[in-house]
């Protein structure tokens, strides 16, 4: 059962904060008892405390995790096949063909929703801080504070990977609304900074009535990605070993739990963005804004979209079920037992779905509607979401990712069996081969990479890792090619483009080569 209460239409408290104004009349020159601003609010521990819940609220600016942000990753990783029914995505399209440019709407809309979670986080950080001066150190305050670092760390790796130089916002003032673009070194040490204070601020765990918000196991998974991210192999490796003993992967029959609606709470969850239908709730406000309007739940769109009973929108990409047909050790053809549990159809994807519901298994009509994704889309306990009622949540780190990101430390720092070895763990809990041959860097790398792949698939990964990996161009380009004789993909498109609109807005911002970045 969801435990997302408490941050339910939290939107409104945060944006009513920052409505401004100026009348020369002194009539009006009073204030009004119903108006939250950073004066008649967030004062007492609970204010602040739901000041920080409004922070995870961000999350579903725009729908942007809800809907077309994990498409955006899908198509440009070429996990997904678009089908008939998505043509009225024509801004996906555009990124599956690396035809995006600075207009492309998803590029603005995450965009804000990252300086959105700032300005929160700001807020939240400026009055904790006050209260703590003022009054001493409260338990809430120092969660919510903790809540503020992470989120605002999060948000800032987020802009110094994709954009790399942007505008660096730490403090809650008017003034600093227009600021100029800082160097991505100086991002990347900002988001360290806020890690590591929220690794001292947070909890080790929630009560099940907080489950979602983040836990110090998060701050430091999520350092430790950053050191990975920037290199610093030794560092991540060390914040890694931290989360020994504290999170474990799941077993091989409860991979959905992963991917699911059911126990999503579980031992392999590191952090998720949380999703929950609610009754009473209007499924298609979250084609608009639900984050800023009153509605009880937040749906998780990808379960109708990438369904052939329902939207039909995203299938699964034809060219990726070759990724999970290889050679064992002794070079016979063997098929990665994740193939039936990432996709349906063919001769290695599942044959059934529906398999948990009251009529019991139903064949999969491959020859009718080619490849679908299994993998987050519920299709085992209904036969159709019947709407956007999906409660699915999106993990942006679970500990499966996390072995793996210390297999590639232990690579880079020479320590090619303990690379291995983490691999194995990952393997061995979805009952695959273990490697137990003798390979060098170049081939464990390989390994590596496959394995990233395999496991993480439709998780929004791929690209990230073909980015900062430096084969984004060459691996893609191949792949665009099959598909549309083109090959599309420029050095430019390491960084995602610089929205046209802040732009427009932001007259400090500097100066961007070929109208990109």
Known sequence: ????????????????????????????????????????????????????????????????????????????????????????????????????????????????????????????????????????????????????????????????????????????????????????????????????????????????????????????????????????????????????????????????????????????????????DAPGTNQWVMFEDPEDMDNAGRQNARAQLYSWTDWSNWGFQPRRVADFQYNDETGIPFVDPRAALTFYGGTIGDQTYGDNTQGGPQPFPFAEKGYWYRKGTNKENKLSEGGVRSGNNIRLMRYADVLLMRAECKLETGDIPACISFINQVRKRIAAFEYMGSYDKAQAFELLKRERQLELMGEMHRYNDLKRWGILKETINVETQALWGTQNVQDKHNLFPVPQQELDTNPEFGSVANSWN
């Open 1 to 276: 059962m969801k435990k997302y209460n408490y941050i339910k239409s939290l939107a409104l408290l945060i944006s009513t904060t920052m409505i401004t104004g100026s009348c020369s009349e002194e009539i009006l020159n009073y204030p009004d008892p119903n108006a939250r601003n950073t004066d008649t609010y967030f004062n007492t521990p609970a204010e602040i405390e739901q000041g920080a819940f409004a922070i995870y609220s961000s999350f579903h600016h725009n729908s942007m995790f809800g809907w077309q942000l994990p498409e955006v990753f899908d198509v440009m990783a070429n996990e997904s096949d678009g089908r008939p029914s998505s043509a009225g995505e024509a801004n996906i399209h555009l990124c599956w063909r690396y035809q995006h440019n600075n207009q492309t709407d998803v590029f603005w809309k995450y965009w804000r929703l990252l300086y959105r979670m700032i300005m929160r986080s700001n807020l939240v950080i400026y009055k904790g801080g006050e209260y703590v001066v003022k009054n001493g150190n409260d338990e809430k305050v120092s969660f919510a504070l903790g809540d503020a670092y992470f989120l605002r760390g999060w948000a800032y790796s987020q802009l110094a990977f994709h954009w790399g130089s942007v505008p660096l916002r730490t403090s809650f003032t008017p003034e600093e609304g227009d600021n100029a673009r800082v160097p991505a070194q100086q991002v990347w040490d900002q988001v360290e900074a806020d890690f590591k204070q929220a690794q001292n601020l947070l909890p080790e765990s929630w009560p099940a009535n907080f489950e979602g918000r983040a836990t110090k196991g998060a701050a430091t998974g999520f350092l430790g990605k950053l050191y990975l991210y920037n290199k610093k192999y030794a560092l991540a490796d060390a914040e890694f070993a931290k989360m020994d003993g504290k999170f474990k992967l799941l077993p091989k029959n409860k991979w959905d739990y992963n991917h699911g609606e059911t126990n999503e709470y579980n031992e392999e969850n590191v952090f998720s963005i949380i999703f929950y």
